[in-house]
Nanobody, 125 residues
């Protein structure tokens, strides 16, 4: 089973930074397209950022509401995907989920078929 475990969430103030991490158990991690989603209370889950897999790595997607503030990256040697979040705003508060898929072809938008349990990000004003 492919499993994903997020970490790095917490309580921060407006303007602070956090780096979320997600460790993926997949044996062929480098072939998995990866995404970060978030879901605030009463809201639908939304795609925040995504990064492509081999054989065409290096492509990224960012939602307009995080562009210029968040950066997605991956370390294939560590089976880990990161979301660096800078200049956090109260509206960024949500549960953040990492997701993965090895299905081919997979646009960065998905669909994703493996999900982590989520990590809470809270941003105080």
């Amino acid at each position: 089973q492919v499993q994903l475990v997020e970490s790095g969430g917490g309580l921060v103030q407006t303007g602070d930074s956090l780096r979320l991490s997600c460790v993926v158990s997949a044996r062929t991690f480098s072939t998995y397209t990866l995404g970060w989603f978030r879901q605030a209370p009463g809201s639908e889950r939304e795609l925040v950022a995504a990064i492509s897999a081999n054989p065409n790595p290096g492509r990224t997607y960012y939602a307009e509401f995080v562009k210029g503030r968040f950066t997605i990256s991956r370390d294939n040697a560590k089976n880990t995907v990161y979301l660096q979040m800078n200049s956090l705003k109260p509206e960024d508060a949500a549960v953040y989920y990492c997701a993965a898929t090895s299905r081919i072809p997979t646009p960065l938008s998905g669909p994703y078929n493996f999900w982590g349990q989520g990590t809470q990000v809270t941003v105080s004003s």
